[in-house]
């Protein structure tokens, strides 16, 4: 699968994730398998911040609308 292999490749990189019910996490992709995406040092990103959520945070990719690397300046 494409879609694994450029997973792989981007481990341990910051993404932010939007959901397709519209809730957005950010943290730093640790794993993933054909149903579900790990991040570490996660976040819940709203309109009026970043709220951290202890421990890993375990999303199914069927929820996932899409990813967004952020520019790091």
Not at 11 to 17: D, S
Not at 59 to 64: F, G, K, T, V
Request: without cysteine; glycine residues 6%; charged residues 35%.
């Amino acid at each position: 699968m494409r879609r694994d292999r450029l997973l792989r490749q981007m481990l341990r990189e910051r993404f932010v994730i939007t959901l397709k019910s519209g809730e957005t996490f950010d943290g730093l992709l640790d794993d993933h398998d054909e149903s579900t995406i790990e991040l570490l040092d996660p976040f819940a990103v709203d309109k009026t911040g970043r709220v951290s959520v202890d421990g890993r945070l375990y999303l199914p990719r069927a929820e996932i609308a899409y990813f967004q690397r952020p520019e790091i300046l």
